[in-house]
């Protein structure tokens, strides 16, 4: 059971192992003599039979060792390289495909594989492919047949040579009209012996008594005589058509076996001479190496984390009282480590963009059809990574992006060519890191946005005067179409709706910390570039304490902080506000907000913390700042939802919680 | 073994103005002592706020509120119990928690239909153990959210 754990790793990493064999493979083809290629198809053959054993897929075991020996064979010369090997070989892969295929879909990656496995192994030991025909092949076979050689046959061998003894493969054969095979052999065996002393025979001796050959064999024969004399000597049995003596070389035929025997060694060595595309694909496959974790216990990891960064503080509060340096350089140390330390807890819970791409493509190709436009979607930057909680939120403000584009930004198919552009519109979804951000820009080549058009929708709807329209810049043109109550397109259509989207857009962007801006050129299409912060679950707050009760307001919303005399509140429409900065900003206690429970300080001068959302701005009376703060943003849980101005909460360094404002609820 | 688990009920046993209440002890998650808690404005008044319960913000609710008991300062027995129900973590103020009892489960009898207190909507049954009247709670209508009227 366990092992299922693994079979998403081990399927992923199968897939990779098959298509670097099929790109190896397709440059040895071109290339049959390069041997660096066929070790990096030995190499991805040998871990897919490591990972396909561990496993249990036996199949695929089989056939990517028989796969492996045949490799092993042409990597030490035994076996040259051919056209119609490397097709076998392709065979293979491809049968290896489809029993990963086969476990993709749940099943055990089984296939007969036999017949396969059976040439394979053909090849391996030099057997002519079925299909082969070439009698250039004929001694090339001979020698390989002999190749089979055990290691005490090797030493003889090798002892043999020191003696002064040569060694000979003699291939001897028989007339096709010789009635006692087994009698011949045996005479020729006879001489042999009295000349010398066979090693090996092929076939084995056993078989050639019982006839059990067509007309030749071939032996591994260590004698003092001459290749001319023992030819002579074996000439003399009758029914013998010709011998062949051959000078047997023992490192040149025994490295086969020998190869065997040392596989794992060889595999050793290899890891040592690395060229640089191994260290490429190598990399590849560390960097895919995944375990799958459930966010809550990550969620864990990180609450148990922040136990102790609240210790930490306590430590260094401590350690500075008592002024020990041993005792501080120890807290010092633990510092620095926890920090890099909520670095890697943070990136753990990071995951690709893709989650949220991947459903884009067929949402595209529906809604073009539905709309009867041509539109062809690129994505770039699937592979952005960002938190685990920024993911969850941010699909709907995409969808209504998406539709949004397809919907008013890219023209019909017609109006695209009377406008001299191609048929197919363009729509470009890009994720990227920046900094301490993430960007997600939205492009498409439509009809981008129009000012006059949306400068007079939005001053029929009373959002702009009509006096101020020309001072707008673009920027604050194109703002405007995320305005609540805003509408451009002549018809109302299911797929963006009635103007209700990109202010909703807007909203979840910006309570998600980020902003979006809007770039567009008439004619040449828009981009809607969202930025977003890395993560959610760290954010950056000003502290600030209104009676016992301490508040965090979110960096992201704060615009700046002010002192203000009371002489310079105003009052407007029974709400206080001030002029900030020649604007008109209303104010609000967070203590009447939050019914703070205390007496409310007769002081001269408040403190004003200036939030924006969008355009807007309000000022909020607390009455001290404490200062910034990086901390850890915590829901509420399950039981308390939905309470008014409260994001969140926040554990500070003495152990309390801290509550986070939602200023967005504020500024109405 | 598997026969005394299901005929008995293994109940944590706490006070709460003078009377003696069971809670099943796998609902229990730990009994902690007082801590800082923090207000949450805008929530009902018997949920007495936040409070850190090892890293997780763990919502407490006053007992004695939820009842409509008159309230009491904290002593030094007072303890939350801190309960894991329906994916909800919470915990419960109250007056003492001292015991861990096994109450046979045929033994347990509903809620008196006339008690006369206001509380009698939290009561799933009662039970008599070695002279001691114990009250089953009903966790379920303590958690009721549509009894949470948030002030907006």
């Known amino acids: 059971m366990e092992m299922n754990e693994y079979l998403d790793v081990f399927i992923e990493e199968s897939k990779e192992h098959i298509q670097a064999l099929n790109d190896h493979l397709l440059k040895l083809e071109s290339n049959l003599g390069d041997l660096g290629l066929v070790n990096e198809i030995f190499r991805s053959a040998h871990t897919l039979k490591g990972m396909s054993a561990t496993m249990g897929f036996t199949d695929l075991a089989d056939l990517t060792h028989k796969m492996e020996n045949v490799l092993d064979a042409i990597r030490n010369d035994n076996i040259s390289l051919t056209p119609i090997i490397i097709d076998i070989i392709f065979q293979a892969v491809d049968a290896l495909e489809s029993m990963v295929v086969d476990i993709i879909n749940g099943g055990e990656g089984k296939k007969d594989v036999t017949e396969l496995v059976a040439i394979l192994q053909g090849v391996e030991q030099g057997e002519e492919v079925p299909t082969e025909q070439s009698v250039l092949e004929q001694p090339n076979r001979i020698t390989t047949q002999s190749a089979r ?157 922040e136990e102790l960064v609240i210790d930490r503080g306590r430590l260094e509060q401590i350690s500075s009282q008592l002024k020990n340096s041993d005792l501080q350089e120890t807290v010092e140390h633990m510092t620095r480590i926890s920090g890099d330390l909520q670095n890697i807890i943070l990136n753990m819970r990071m995951v690709p963009i893709d989650q949220v791409f991947n459903r884009f493509p067929r949402m595209v190709r529906q809604l073009a059809k539905d709309l009867n436009k041509k539109i062809n979607l690129e994505v770039v930057g699937a592979e952005t990574e960002l938190d685990r909680t920024v993911i969850d939120e941010i699909g709907d403000p995409l969808v209504h992006l998406i539709r949004n584009a397809l919907d008013h930004g890219i023209e019909t198919a017609e109006e695209r060519s009377k406008s001299g552009k191609v048929e197919e519109g363009t729509l470009k979804l890009n994720a990227y890191h920046s900094g301490n951000s993430v960007f997600i820009e939205i492009t498409d080549d439509g009809a981008g946005i129009d000012r006059q058009k949306v400068l007079q929708k939005a001053i029929s709807n009373g959002i702009v005067k009509e006096e101020d329209a020309d001072t707008f810049t673009d920027q604050q043109v194109f703002q405007l179409i995320m305005e609540s109550g805003f509408s451009t397109a002549d018809k109302i259509s299911d797929i963006s709706g009635r103007g209700v989207g990109l202010d909703v857009v807007r909203n979840k962007i910006e309570a998600l910390g980020g902003t979006i801006t809007i770039h567009s050129v008439a004619g040449e299409g828009s981009t809607f570039l969202i930025q977003l912060p890395l993560t959610l679950s760290i954010i950056s707050v000003m502290l600030t304490e209104v009676q016992q009760e301490k508040y965090a307001i979110p960096l992201s919303s704060i615009l700046e902080t ?107 | 073994m598997v026969e005394v688990t299901e005929a008995y009920l293994k109940a944590i046993i706490f006070q709460l103005n003078d009377e003696e209440y069971a809670m099943p002890v796998e609902l229990v998650g730990s ?96 039970t008599k153990h070695e002279d001691r009247l114990l009250i089953l709670l009903d966790i379920d209508k303590i958690l009721e959210t549509s009894n949470l009227n948030i002030i907006e």
């Open chain 1, 149 to 305: 050689l055990d290691e005490f046959e090797l030493a003889v061998l090798n002892q043999s040579k020191e003696n002064g003894f040569n060694n000979y493969q003699v291939n001897v054969q028989l007339q096709k009209t010789c009635l006692l095979k087994a009698a011949r052999v045996y005479m020729v065996f006879e001489i042999f012996d009295q000349i010398g002393e066979v090693i090996k025979s092929m076939p084995t001796v056993t078989e050639l008594e019982d006839e059990n050959f067509e007309y030749d064999f071939t032996v591994i024969l260590v004698t003092k005589d001459s290749p001319t004399e023992i030819e002579k000597k074996i000439l003399k049995v009758s029914e013998v058509d010709h011998v062949l003596v051959e000078p047997f070389e023992v490192n040149y035929a025994g490295l086969e076996e020998e190869a065997n025997i040392e596989h794992i060694e060889t595999a050793q060595t290899l890891a040592v001479d690395i060229d640089a595309s191994e260290e490429e694909t190598k990399k590849k496959s560390f960097s895919s190496k995944t375990i799958r974790v459930n966010i809550n216990r990550l969620d864990a990891l990180m609450n148990l984390f």
């Open chain 1, 562 to 668: 002010a002192i203000v005399h009371k002489k310079d509140i105003m009052r407007a429409h029974n709400q206080q506000v001030i002029d900030f900065r020649g604007k008109v900003v209303p104010l609000v206690s967070l203590k009447d907000i939050f019914q703070v429970p205390g007496e409310l300080p007769n002081d001269e001068y408040f403190s004003v913390v200036i939030i924006k959302q969008g355009e807007k701005m309000a000022g909020l009376i607390v009455d001290t700042f404490i200062g910034q703060q990086e901390v850890v943003l915590k829901s509420l849980g399950n039981y308390l939802t939905d309470i008014f101005a409260i994001s969140g909460a926040t554990i500070l360094g003495d152990g309390q919680v801290a509550l986070i404002v939602d200023t967005n609820a504020l500024i109405k």
């Open chain 2, 31 to 126: 009994i902690e002592r007082m801590m800082h808690v923090t207000r949450i404005p805008g929530a009902p008044d018997f949920v007495k706020g936040v409070l850190n319960l090892r890293g997780v913000v763990t919502p407490i609710l006053d007992l004695r509120k939820r009842f409509g008991f008159e309230e009491k300062a904290y002593t030094d027995s007072t303890r939350t119990i801190i309960i894991h129900y329906n994916q909800i973590n919470i915990g419960l103020i109250v007056d003492a928690a001292y015991d861990v009892v096994d109450i046979p489960k045929d033994r347990i009898e509903a809620a008196p239909e006339v008690i006369g207190g206001m509380h009698i909507d939290y009561i799933s049954g009662v």
